[in-house]
């Protein structure tokens, strides 16, 4: 849905704010019933570390200094 809100005068974007894509890759501890600190399952995904500081940095207002992070779809 985040690809839709980036395209230039997308209807699920109608003031053209910027958007910034990162994919997390899931890498889950096989220990971890919930998946460890590099898991990006649905919920447990926020107890990843990568993504709590993403957050941490647009929170920091350092969030337009992250760059996009996706393969591309076509």
Do not use: C
């Not at 890759?25 to 971890?32: A, G, V």
């Not at 447990?44 to 920091?60: F, K, Q």
Request: glycine fraction near 8%; proline fraction near 7%; hydrophobic fraction near 30%.
């Amino acid at each position: 849905m985040s690809h839709e809100w980036k395209k230039p005068n997308s209807r699920f974007n109608p003031a053209n704010i910027n958007v910034t894509i990162v994919e997390i890759k899931h890498e889950p501890d096989r220990y971890d019933i919930r998946g460890g600190a590099k898991t990006a399952e649905h919920v447990d995904i926020l107890g990843s570390s990568e993504l709590n500081e993403l957050i941490l940095r647009v929170a920091g207002g350092q969030g337009d200094r992250i760059p996009d992070r996706y393969p591309e779809f076509n």
